[in-house]
């Protein structure tokens, strides 16, 4: 192999650029693949002890949801609120010139005759649609529905506002449907507009849970209503509604309630309780009435963070007639755990092929708002398997993740960034690391069972493979045996 590219500085602060060709090149040298996508349990185990890892950091408190008696909307006044081997396939979506183009729009909710509140049907995740007269008590957690027949019987639910309904720690909100002998709180605010109330906590401070089990449900729930909802949030968590309040402002126009501080009794036209979700970091058309795809999440975040438009192309791409253009790559070093021990050395490498390289580590108070710039910079991510790989949804149209999967759990990689990648209209190349490159090697030999049968280990439960695998391995990439796998990432951003 040789360089492709010609050397030249690129200033961070440059607009760059999409390709209307999207694929996913995927290399693996190390462990079978299983499946694709899919919502195994050993997924959310892994992901799991990432943002436990996480959570033990200190975060931020400067809090962004306001509760109600401190600067919320003002009772009645929302009623004028309306406003080795490589493999391509292409993505399942074509790409569409805005967030959301082709959706369905909202229509408004009117209650179903002889349905009932809450559907609990769901193995992933529990959702109550209360249509018509529906009122909040943020401080006892709970959302009346008062029907309009007079023959309704009371009914109760009690489910975790999230989308992820088998985690214990995630918050109960009480949903009760009153019957006919039963009073009414009496409203003290009153709104025109709809409401979702749901829970934080869970598996956040982890950005792919972050993403998969708030954002992109959130999304799913809320985007239909074009702004025009209110966001009630039990377990409030401050960190997370600063990090993110670029998305949030971009899905509701009102003031986020802080539920569980919430004096209020709000009455609604329709609150919904609870968020859908599909899978993980996931959107299934067939599954969506408006149609939603991963497509239109990434390209509705990218809005929203004011990043070109959908038919921009990739930086390389955009200034290709210049003979001393080179594509730009990002390399994430993880901190902690599944690091990259050369990593000066792989820097060189990308550089000799061509890249210029922007090396990055990632923390949780990092501004979103610069490092999703910086992102959109770049024509291409690169990473080993872990949370950081998240920040593609900020790649343009026909940029490419560049996936270091660590030894023993290629098992998990495609359903986490490889499905995702490619539903969102990106290139995915995914390259698993041999035992020479793992540092498990040294800790344990070629005859221990760890390096020579990781099915083994697999079998024998998450909190082994979580151990040995995601916890105590860190990487020596070979930039010889990874250089044709990187090649198809650069035919890709060509």
Same mark, same amino acid.
């Given at each position: 192999?040789?360089?492709?590219?010609?050397?030249? !500085?690129?200033?961070?602060?440059?607009?760059?650029?999409?390709?209307?060709?999207?694929?996913?090149?995927?290399?693996?040298?190390?462990?079978?693949?299983?499946?694709?996508?899919?919502?195994?349990?050993?997924?959310?185990?892994?992901?799991?002890?990432?943002?436990?890892?996480?959570?033990?950091?200190?975060?931020?408190?400067?809090?962004?949801?306001?509760?109600?008696?401190?600067?919320?909307?003002?009772?009645?006044?929302?009623?004028?609120?309306?406003?080795?081997? /490589?493999?391509?396939?292409?993505?399942?979506?074509?790409?569409?010139?805005?967030?959301?183009?082709?959706?369905?729009?909202?229509?408004?909710?009117?209650?179903?005759?002889?349905?009932?509140?809450?559907?609990?049907?769901?193995?992933?995740?529990?959702?109550?649609?209360?249509?018509?007269?529906?009122?909040?008590?943020?401080?006892?957690?709970?959302?009346?529905?008062?029907?309009?027949?007079?023959?309704?019987?009371?009914?109760?639910?009690?489910?975790?506002?999230?989308?992820?309904?088998?985690?214990? +720690?995630?918050?109960?909100?009480?949903?009760?449907?009153?019957?006919?002998?039963?009073?009414?709180?009496?409203?003290?605010?009153?709104?025109?507009?709809? /409401?979702i109330v749901f829970a934080l906590g869970g598996l956040t401070a982890n950005v792919w849970h972050d993403f998969s089990d708030v954002l992109v449900p959130l999304f799913l729930t809320a985007r239909q209503f074009d702004r025009d909802v209110q966001l009630l949030i039990t377990n409030n968590q401050p960190w997370f509604s600063k990090k993110y309040m670029t998305i949030l402002?971009?899905?509701?126009?009102?003031?986020?309630?802080?539920?569980?501080?919430?004096?209020?009794?709000?009455?609604?036209?329709?609150?919904?309780?609870?968020?859908?979700?599909?899978?993980?970091?996931?959107?299934?058309?067939?599954?969506?009435?408006?149609?939603?795809?991963?497509?239109?999440?990434?390209?509705?975040?990218?809005?929203?963070? &004011?990043?070109?438009? /959908?038919?921009?192309?990739?930086?390389?791409?955009?200034?290709?007639?210049?003979?001393?253009?080179?594509?730009?790559?990002?390399?994430?070093?993880?901190?902690?755990?599944?690091?990259?021990?050369?990593?000066?050395?792989?820097?060189?490498?990308?550089?000799?092929?061509?890249?210029?390289?922007?090396?990055?580590?990632?923390?949780?108070?990092?501004?979103?708002?610069?490092?999703?710039?910086?992102?959109?910079?770049?024509?291409?991510?690169?990473?080993? !398997?872990?949370?950081?790989?998240?920040?593609?949804?900020?790649?343009?149209?026909?940029?490419?993740?560049?996936?270091?999967?660590?030894?023993?759990?290629?098992?998990?990689?495609?359903?986490?960034?490889?499905?995702? /990648?490619?539903?969102?209209?990106?290139? !995915?190349?995914?390259?698993?690391?041999?035992?020479?490159?793992?540092?498990?090697?040294?800790?344990?030999?070629?005859?221990?069972?760890?390096?020579?049968?990781?099915?083994?280990?697999?079998?024998? &439960? +998450?909190?082994?493979?979580?151990?040995?695998?995601?916890?105590?391995?860190?990487?020596?990439?070979?930039?010889?045996?990874?250089?044709?796998v990187l090649l198809k990432a650069i035919d890709f951003i060509m």
């Open positions: 192999a040789s360089s492709r590219f010609t050397p030249v !500085h690129v200033d961070d602060s440059t607009p760059r650029t999409v390709s209307s060709t999207d694929q996913d090149l995927e290399t693996s040298d190390s462990s079978k693949q299983e499946g694709e996508g899919g919502d195994q349990k050993i997924e959310l185990d892994e992901s799991s002890m990432e943002a436990m890892e996480e959570q033990k950091q200190p975060r931020e408190d400067t809090p962004e949801t306001k509760p109600a008696s401190q600067g919320t909307t003002p009772a009645n006044s929302d009623l004028d609120g309306k406003g080795g081997t /490589a493999s391509t396939t292409a993505p399942d979506q074509e790409e569409s010139s805005e967030a959301g183009s082709g959706s369905a729009p909202y229509t408004k909710c009117t209650p179903p005759p002889n349905s009932t509140v809450c559907d609990l049907s769901n193995s992933r995740f529990d959702i109550c649609e209360l249509c018509g007269d529906a009122r909040t008590i943020g401080q006892s957690s709970t959302v009346m529905y008062v029907p309009h027949t007079e023959t309704s019987d009371g009914e109760e639910w009690s489910i975790r506002a999230q989308s992820r309904k088998n985690i214990p +720690w995630v918050k109960k909100v009480t949903v009760k449907s009153l019957n006919t002998s039963q009073p009414a709180p009496k409203c003290t605010s009153k709104h025109a507009m709809p /409401a402002s971009k899905l509701t126009r009102y003031d986020i309630i802080d539920f569980d501080s919430d004096d209020q009794v709000r009455c609604y036209p329709h609150v919904i309780v609870g968020l859908r979700s599909h899978g993980d970091l996931g959107i299934y058309p067939n599954l969506s009435p408006q149609n939603y795809t991963m497509m239109d999440f990434r390209l509705f975040v990218r809005e929203a963070y &004011g990043l070109p438009a /959908a038919k921009v192309a990739i930086p390389y791409k955009a200034d290709r007639d210049d003979p001393d253009k080179k594509p730009r790559i990002m390399l994430i070093d993880r901190g902690k755990t599944r690091r990259f021990i050369n990593a000066p050395y792989i820097v060189q490498g990308l550089e000799w092929f061509g890249f210029e390289v922007v090396k990055v580590d990632p923390k949780m108070d990092t501004s979103l708002d610069e490092f999703a710039r910086l992102v959109d910079s770049c024509d291409a991510i690169m990473g080993a !398997h872990g949370a950081g790989l998240t920040n593609m949804v900020f790649l343009r149209s026909g940029g490419v993740v560049v996936h270091i999967v660590p030894y023993g759990i290629e098992f998990m990689a495609d359903g986490f960034y490889g499905k995702p /990648a490619r539903d969102m209209g990106l290139g !995915h190349v995914k390259y698993g690391i041999s035992p020479e490159e793992s540092t498990l090697l040294e800790k344990y030999g070629w005859n221990h069972t760890v390096i020579k049968d990781p099915e083994t280990i697999r079998s024998s &439960g +998450w909190d082994k493979v979580g151990e040995v695998y995601m916890t105590k391995q860190d990487i020596v990439l070979n930039m010889t045996r990874f250089g044709p």
